[in-house]
């Protein structure tokens, strides 16, 4: 997988063990309805990236979909899955 994601995964499970209380990552193991929010999010972010996609915009579409690999990523450590359970998907689709 990309070294970038890799890095990233690795803050997110960071931020996860370390809880920092300036960390909107941290906050969203911690929050209540953090699992509905990250979820909630990439609803969102996914209508962003259609619109962005359908306006033709390239900056705004590599803006949304990094946060919808940022949200997804979140998404995977919260259901303490790893990086490696989504490269195998991807590796199994080629």
């Known amino acids: 997988m990309d070294e970038t ?12 063990e370390t809880l920092p209380e300036d960390s909107y990552t941290a906050s969203l193991f911690t929050h209540e309805k953090g699992e509905n929010e990250v979820l909630e999010k990439l609803g969102e972010e996914t209508t ?9 915009d390239r900056e705004e579409i ?7 690999i940022y949200h997804l990523l979140v998404l995977l450590s919260m259901k ?3 990086l490696s359970d989504l490269e195998a ?6």
């Open 5 to 16: 994601l890799e890095e990233l995964f690795a803050v997110i499970e960071d931020r996860k």
């Open 48 to 56: 962003e990236l259609v619109l962005a996609a359908k306006d033709d």
């Open 62 to 68: 590599a803006h949304e979909g990094a946060d919808i």
């Open 80 to 82: 303490d899955m790893e």
């Open 89 to 94: 998907e991807l590796e199994a689709r080629r």
